[in-house]
């Protein structure tokens, strides 16, 4: 399995800056997922890291060590609506045909 | 664009029966679809992976005799869920994945069953 280790609940304030991290075991590599879901909706695209480093995106930013089986995501200028679960998805051993999310990380946002 | 519906959104039906959702793609071809389950407070099981005209792959310990799926087109997979029970009561969500971007996942609404 990829053994996908996330924190499980992370606060913070409106306005700060958070970062996500998330480590995994995973044979056969290619990327790896981060998704956005709030509750009782479905997960939402955050970011797709296929080499190593950091890709920016708005607010949002992901980084990617594949050596080390190590991502983060970050998140600035938080804002109430951020208030939802992240899930690092590193994709199956075969590929990213297929993905294997973890438990995610529920952050919650406060004024 | 790529859009993915399902439905219906949420459905309550008594043990013993069967449940059939949809899962549409509105405005791309899907070669693949993907079929999840999340019970609360739990990260998102895949369950199968469709690719159209040909039949779904389970995921060890699912029962495909029990979630049947289809995949008759390329725009249209169905999940029926046959004796449904109590236990199986969860958050069904499917998603599609397209050609032209093989590496991202769309997903839908998802489909909220409760076994009474």
């Known amino acids: 399995g990829q053994n996908i280790d996330q924190p499980t609940e992370m606060t913070a304030t409106e306005g700060a800056i958070v970062q996500i991290n998330c480590t995994y075991q995973t044979s056969g590599f290619n990327g790896l997922f981060w998704y956005q879901q709030h509750a009782g909706e479905a997960p939402t695209f955050l970011s797709y890291n296929v080499l190593d480093g950091l890709e920016e995106k708005g607010r949002f930013s992901s980084f990617l060590s594949r050596s080390k089986g190590y991502s983060y995501l970050l998140l600035k200028e938080l804002q109430m609506k951020d208030s939802a679960s992240y899930l690092c998805a590193p994709p199956g051993n075969s590929g990213y045909s297929t993905l294997t999310f973890g438990k995610g990380t529920m952050l919650l946002v406060s004024p | 664009g790529a859009v993915v519906s399902q439905h219906p959104s949420w459905v309550i039906c008594k043990s013993g029966t069967s449940v059939k959702i949809e899962c549409r793609s509105l405005?791309?071809?899907?070669?693949?679809m993907f079929w999840y389950r999340q019970f609360p407070k739990q990260s998102l099981m895949l369950m199968a992976t469709?690719?159209?005209?040909?039949?779904?792959?389970?995921e060890q310990g699912v029962e495909k005799d029990k979630f049947l799926i289809n995949h008759a087109s390329l725009t249209l997979s169905t999940l029926t869920v046959t004796s449904a029970h109590p236990e199986d009561s969860s958050f069904y969500i499917c998603?599609?994945?397209?050609?032209?971007?093989?590496?991202?996942?769309?997903f839908g609404p998802g489909t909220r069953l409760t076994v009474t």
């Open positions: 469709s690719n159209e005209g040909s039949k779904a792959t389970y």
């Open positions: 998603s599609a994945r397209t050609k032209l971007v093989p590496y991202e996942q769309y």
């Open positions: 405005d791309f071809q899907a070669t693949t």
